[in-house]
């Protein structure tokens, strides 16, 4: 397992020789002490991606293709040994370590792909001796500042574009979950990427890594996934040299069940977007909305099937539902619980805490509440764990208006059978991603992203590629 930052193509200690402990949230124990890189060890890694910046923009697309791919065939190949490491460091499921794995590969493979289609343009000019382009480069250093909750999947949602682009990059990864992305870099020597094209500096100050990024002119786009509130600090941060940011911040996603919906397939639904990683993703279904002729049939099945959740280590075979990532998160979750019961809502099944044997106390029971209303903080915040408020509604209108009124806009779902209303429902929602009755929409091909206060941007699809490139505009004079 490597656990020392990673620059110009080698892995080595922090230049101030401290580590941080990174633990297991099912148990407590340390998996490994990692390498605490601070500014200094933020300026070296941007110094190597800058020095690499050159060789690696020069390359054709073909060629910088050839060790995107091979990364993620390494990948796959060694996709029990990543799974374990990432369910370790996260506390998902080994199964949804195992999706993560492949997923966290895609981008890898599209984006090797997509780096041969980066088209320029030939527009007509009005004088006939000119000729007008547009030539698209990559636009220098990229940095990306990754979450703990897919701790293999937003390093190469962000690593694949920028590579592919033709830009050189330097990660920060989460401090909960740096190893998984030192397993990426490892493999990275293994596919034949040469020597700065990518660096990762974990380390456990934030902010100061990132002010290098913000500081050093060589770095021209910063990529962002996590809250809100850093996302926010971030854009002022920015403000200082211009620098692009894109920004996938955190959702409040509402699934719509309407009468006329298949409900076996809208209950299946809700427990894979719901409870996957306890919760914990920002795509996570985070209210329910349910039209009041099918919320009984489907609070009565939902809350049995999510009942018997198997909650546990995710390593531990049958889990199901993993812990929270650290006290803090189920604080929140239990203060979300707490808050819904006492002004009047009801815990169909679930609420609280559950013991595992040989575990530490970070476990939630999967929670279904009823009765929810819009004052309740459920219903208002990204809640982030295990957690399904239920809330009825009338019409169609209704549960628009009540999807619409949030500050997110990220992800949200609906289910029904009737074609209209998919068509009327998808154009009224102000979301990033509408899932038809659909719970996992997110893929390498489709853009990924959020409107309001869950980002600016887009991560993969076409679009995911034209965040690391600058526009150039060729007026050339080709005659008198
Ligand atoms: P977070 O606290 O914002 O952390 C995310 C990353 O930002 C980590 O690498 C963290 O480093 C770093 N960070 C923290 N403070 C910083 C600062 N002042 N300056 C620069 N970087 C800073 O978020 P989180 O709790 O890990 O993740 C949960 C949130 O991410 C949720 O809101 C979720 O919805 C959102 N999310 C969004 C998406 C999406 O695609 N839209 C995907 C996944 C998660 P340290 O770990 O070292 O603090």
Same mark, same amino acid.
């Given at each position: 397992?490597q =656990?020392?930052?990673?620059?110009?193509g080698t892995f080595r200690?922090?230049g101030?020789s401290?580590k941080?402990?990174?633990?297991?949230?099912a148990n407590?124990?340390?998996?490994a002490?990692?390498?605490?890189?601070?500014p200094?060890?933020?300026?070296a890694a941007v110094?190597?991606?800058?020095a690499?910046?050159?060789?690696?923009?020069?390359l054709?697309?073909?060629?910088?293709?050839?060790p995107?791919?091979r990364?993620?065939?390494l %990948?796959?190949?060694?996709?029990?040994?990543?799974?374990?490491?990432?369910?370790q460091?996260?506390?998902?499921?080994?199964a949804?370590?195992?999706t993560?794995v492949?997923?966290? *590969?895609s981008?890898?493979?599209?984006f090797?792909?997509?780096?041969?289609r980066?088209?320029?343009?030939?527009?007509?000019? =009005?004088?006939?001796?000119?000729?007008? %382009?547009v030539?698209?480069?990559?636009?220098?250093v990229?940095a990306?500042?990754?979450p703990?909750n897919?701790?293999?999947?937003?390093?190469?949602r962000?690593m694949?574009p920028?590579?592919a682009?033709g830009?050189?990059q330097?990660?920060?990864?989460a401090?909960?979950?740096?190893?998984s992305?030192?397993?990426?870099?490892?493999?990275?020597?293994?596919a034949?990427?040469?020597?700065?094209v990518?660096?990762?500096?974990p380390?456990?100050?934030?902010?100061?890594?990132?002010?290098?990024f913000?500081?050093?002119p060589?770095?021209?786009h910063?990529?962002f996934t996590g809250?809100?509130?850093?996302?926010?600090?971030?854009i002022r941060?920015?403000?200082?040299?211009? #620098?692009?940011? =894109?920004?996938?911040l955190?959702?409040?996603?509402?699934f719509i069940?309407?009468?006329?919906?298949?409900?076996?397939?809208?209950v299946?639904?809700?427990?894979a977007?719901?409870?996957?990683n306890a919760?914990q993703?920002?795509?996570c279904?985070?209210?329910?909305?349910?039209q009041?002729?099918?919320?009984?049939?489907?609070?009565?099945?939902?809350?049995?099937?999510?009942a018997?959740l198997?909650v546990g280590d995710?390593?531990?075979?049958?889990?199901?539902?993993g812990?929270l990532?650290?006290?803090?998160?189920?604080?929140?979750?239990e203060a979300?619980v707490?808050?819904?019961?006492?002004?009047?809502?009801?815990?169909?099944t679930?609420?609280r805490?559950?013991?595992?044997?040989?575990?530490?106390?970070?476990f939630?029971?999967?929670?279904?509440l009823v009765? #929810?209303?819009?004052?309740?903080?459920?219903?208002?915040e990204?809640?982030?764990?295990p957690? *399904?408020?239920?809330c009825?509604?009338?019409r169609e209108e209704d549960?628009?208006?009540m999807?619409n009124?949030?500050?997110?806009?990220?992800?949200?779902?609906?289910?029904?059978?009737d074609?209209a209303?998919i068509m009327h429902v998808?154009? *009224?929602?102000?979301?990033?991603?509408?899932g038809?009755n659909d719970?996992?929409?997110?893929?390498?091909? *489709?853009p990924f992203?959020?409107v309001k206060?869950?980002?600016?941007?887009?991560?993969g699809?076409?679009?995911?590629?034209?965040?690391?490139?600058?526009?150039?505009?060729?007026?050339?004079r080709?005659?008198k």
């Amino acid at each position: 397992m490597q =656990s020392r930052l990673f620059a110009h193509g080698t892995f080595r200690d922090a230049g101030n020789s401290r580590k941080f402990e990174v633990r297991n949230p099912a148990n407590g124990s340390v998996i490994a002490p990692v390498a605490d890189g601070g500014p200094d060890d933020a300026h070296a890694a941007v110094d190597a991606a800058a020095a690499a910046f050159p060789s690696w923009r020069a390359l054709t697309a073909l060629e910088r293709a050839r060790p995107l791919r091979r990364l993620a065939e390494l %990948m796959l190949r060694d996709a029990e040994r990543l799974a374990d490491l990432c369910s370790q460091e996260c506390g998902k499921p080994l199964a949804e370590a195992r999706t993560e794995v492949a997923y966290a *590969a895609s981008f890898l493979e599209w984006f090797a792909e997509e780096g041969r289609r980066v088209y320029g343009e030939t527009i007509p000019a =009005s004088d006939p001796a000119k000729r007008l %382009m547009v030539l698209k480069r990559p636009c220098g250093v990229a940095a990306a500042i990754t979450p703990w909750n897919f701790p293999l999947a937003m390093v190469t949602r962000k690593m694949g574009p920028a590579l592919a682009a033709g830009c050189t990059q330097v990660v920060k990864p989460a401090e909960q979950t740096p190893l998984s992305a030192l397993a990426i870099a490892e493999l990275s020597v293994e596919a034949g990427l040469p020597a700065g094209v990518l660096n990762v500096v974990p380390g456990s100050g934030a902010a100061a890594i990132a002010g290098v990024f913000f500081e050093r002119p060589e770095v021209r786009h910063v990529s962002f996934t996590g809250s809100t509130e850093v996302g926010k600090l971030l854009i002022r941060q920015s403000a200082d040299r211009v #620098v692009r940011v =894109s920004l996938e911040l955190g959702g409040h996603a509402p699934f719509i069940v309407f009468d006329d919906a298949d409900l076996d397939a809208a209950v299946a639904g809700a427990i894979a977007s719901k409870f996957r990683n306890a919760g914990q993703t920002c795509v996570c279904a985070n209210r329910f909305l349910v039209q009041r002729g099918i919320h009984d049939a489907f609070v009565e099945r939902f809350a049995a099937v999510v009942a018997a959740l198997k909650v546990g280590d995710g390593r531990a075979p049958g889990t199901q539902v993993g812990p929270l990532i650290d006290d803090a998160g189920l604080a929140k979750a239990e203060a979300h619980v707490a808050d819904a019961i006492a002004q009047g809502a009801r815990a169909a099944t679930g609420g609280r805490r559950v013991r595992v044997d040989g575990c530490a106390d970070r476990f939630l029971e999967p929670t279904v509440l009823v009765g #929810v209303t819009p004052a309740m903080r459920c219903f208002r915040e990204e809640t982030f764990g295990p957690v *399904a408020p239920v809330c009825a509604f009338d019409r169609e209108e209704d549960a628009v208006r009540m999807a619409n009124d949030t500050p997110y806009g990220l992800a949200a779902y609906v289910w029904t059978r009737d074609g209209a209303r998919i068509m009327h429902v998808s154009e *009224a929602l102000d979301y990033g991603i509408v899932g038809v009755n659909d719970a996992l929409p997110a893929v390498a091909q *489709a853009p990924f992203g959020g409107v309001k206060q869950s980002g600016l941007g887009r991560e993969g699809g076409r679009q995911g590629i034209e965040e690391y490139l600058d526009l150039r505009y060729v007026s050339w004079r080709i005659g008198k």
